[in-house]
């Protein structure tokens, strides 16, 4: 057997989407898993919405996540006219034939299938065209003359066995009338110039394989190995498409999800290892198979992707979560002060507790980040005047502290609480509103133990 040879190939008329992500991920640890190689294919054949800024797009999605393809990107354009070559040598050895339909005849049949209520499948009128005179005014279309009688049968390496009736699938179009190729030859053509052995891809593909099958079949190339991988529906248990929100890479990165959790999600949804969850880069190589993917679509779960990305954050290297929250900062808010930095790699261990995302992280530094706090309305109605005198008696004992320490600061809040007769929220909670501007946020020692004395007194006296 060649060496195993898998590519992903997405058009460049949009962002590319999560599902086509997966994909990718699941071709890239396939071949990776086989010591084989990885390509990314550009199908950029509608010239009117392929953009370059989308080709970016797809390329930097998929390194972000660790998908990196072999060799240079092939762009499916430069190779239309091999494409072409090839739907004249299937016409020449009568595998296709010159369809003279006009668009009118086309409509009529569509809509008296509609009537009936069956599938629209092309009447075959030119396939065997005695009878009929060649109209002048009509540039033909070429199409593959498909099996018409018994069955086609597909082994699919996650399905199992796809049988279905040759009798459902049209002579379809190869050569459009401006002689431009459709998808279902390009794809065939490149896949065999390419050596591709697998082709790994959404259940919404089935239909085409059985197509592209016959065009292998009809030019005597090796017929690679299929496999179709149930597509992902969105929460609300519908096929999950580009207007979702949440739908592609960028939507995951603003709100600071970090790539190898989102990578290890994706790996997860719909294959399994056991009972495994959590897979290195490297495990996830070493255990990827084709046999682990289920037969059932998979739903996007946010709160699975949040939990995910929350282990993450906790196991992390707290120098390296730094440097991802510092490029978070840059791209989605503001550059973090070279000032503040120290602070911050000091603080950042319970900065994380509990943060599910790089923003967490972020909004439980603010108070750090921010030189003046500004307390919302909301916030501002809980300082009544107990409150105010639990801040400024604060005040008067931390100004007398030589050493300020956990254990003096529970001394003090402790005296407090005795003094006011109220309980630990009782007081924390207007302090922590006076030097975040927020209710919420860390343990009020560590945000006392993580600010400079100064600093501290500047805010409890504002």
Known sequence: MSKVATRF?????????????????FNWLFSKNNKGKFYL???????????????????D????????????????????????EIAEELLKNDFAYKCYCSEEEIKEQKEKCKKKGIAYVYNRKWRDPKDLKIPQNIKPVIRFKSKISGNSVVKDLVQGEINIGNSIIEDFII?????????QLSAVVDDHLMNITHVI?????????FKQKQIYEAMKWNVPEFAHIPLIHSEKGSKLSKRDKASTIDDYIKIGILSDALRNYLLRLGWSHKDKEIFSLDESINLFNLKGIGKSPSKLDMSRILS??????????EKILFKFLKIYSQKYKKSIDTSKEETLIKSINFLKNKAKTLEDIYKNSEYILKDNIEISAEDFKLLDNSSKNIVKDFLNEFEKMSKITKENLEKTVNGLIDKHKTNF???????RIVLTGSRFGPGIYNIILSLNKDVVIKRLKN
């Open 201 to 209: 891809r959404g259940d919404d593909h089935k239909i085409n394989t």
């Open 425 to 431: 929220k009782g007081v924390g909670q207007p302090l």
């Open 9 to 25: 190939a997405p058009s460049p008329t949009g962002p590319l989407h999560i599902g086509g992500v997966r994909t990718a991920l």
């Open 175 to 183: 050569l459009r009338q401006d002689g431009s190729p459709t998808y």
């Open 41 to 59: 294919r550009i199908e950029d054949t509608d010239k009117e919405r392929s953009k370059e800024e989308y080709k970016k797009q797809i390329i």
């Open 308 to 317: 995910i990305n929350e282990h993450y954050i906790k196991h992390m290297d």
């Open 61 to 84: 999605s998929l390194n972000w996540i660790g998908v990196y393809h072999d060799d240079k990107e092939y762009i499916q354009s430069k190779n239309i006219n091999k494409h072409k």
